[in-house]
């Protein structure tokens, strides 16, 4: 089946540190990927999406590069605020079909500090 | 920008009572889901909707479960008796042609005591 597999948190940095999350994937077909995130109380918002190999999703200064080759999607920002403070999840679609569902991540708690 | 809107936004029941969750879709999106989180834990797919039928459905989706549209806006869930297990945040989403991102609301959260 498909899979998602992203590091556990949570990640606590200070603010305009680097912040890395990794997320590798396993797939019976060819998926889009995707980020979302979940802001304290909120519900989920796409963050970015990549469709196809090689393609960068970047938005609020958040990028990930979608790899076939490793199978990954790692989210990274250069500098982080405070107001990134939130639960990020990988997630993927097969493209086989229509209405396909989302398989997501565990999620990943990042905490920045000021 | 329009969004999918849920109602509750909070529930609480009476283990087995049956409660109705609804969404309000994105007005001219085709494709609709339900998801859940149980806390701490990661979203969960449980059933996704297209042209007024079930197009598929977890193991989580068992009989107690069943989803509608009953009108042109609204899309619902019902647990129909409800276990403490169901306590989770549930989130609809949907999608204008059933590819690529889908479009959550802002959940709601069951509590089943």
């Known amino acids: 089946g498909n899979s998602v597999t992203q590091m556990e948190g949570p990640v606590t940095l200070s603010e305009e540190a680097f912040l890395t999350i990794n997320c590798t994937y396993t797939?019976?077909?060819?998926?889009?990927l995707f980020w979302y995130v979940q802001y304290p109380g909120e519900g989920l918002q796409l963050l970015l999406k990549?469709?196809?190999?090689?393609d960068k999703g970047s938005n609020k200064g958040f990028e990930a590069t979608y790899r076939k080759e490793t199978t990954s999607f790692h989210l990274e920002k250069g500098s982080v605020q405070v107001s990134d403070s939130a639960v990020y999840f990988c997630?993927?679609?097969?493209?086989?079909?229509?209405?396909?569902?989302?398989?997501f991540g565990g999620g990943t708690r990042v905490l920045v500090k000021p | 920008e329009p969004e999918v809107t849920q109602t509750p936004s909070h529930q609480v029941t009476q283990m087995g009572q049956e409660v109705i969750l609804r969404c309000v879709p994105i007005?001219?999106?085709?494709?609709f889901y339900w998801y859940r989180q149980i806390l701490g834990q990661k979203v969960e797919f449980l059933v996704s909707?297209?042209?007024?039928?079930?197009?598929?459905k977890s193991e989580i989706f068992d009989d107690q479960f069943s989803v509608e549209r009953p009108d042109g806006s609204n899309f619902t869930l019902k647990i129909r008796s409800t276990k403490l297990e169901d306590s989770a945040m549930y989130f609809c989403?949907?999608?204008?042609?059933?590819?690529?991102?889908?479009?959550f609301g802002p959940g709601t959260r069951l509590t089943v005591t």
């Open positions: 990549a469709t196809k190999a090689d």
């Open positions: 989403a949907s999608n204008p042609s059933g590819i690529y991102e889908q479009y």
């Open positions: 997630a993927l679609v097969l493209n086989k079909a229509a209405g396909n569902k989302l398989t």
């Open positions: 007005s001219n999106h085709l494709y």
């Open positions: 909707f297209y042209n007024n039928e079930i197009s598929e």
């Open positions: 797939a019976t077909g060819y998926p889009s």
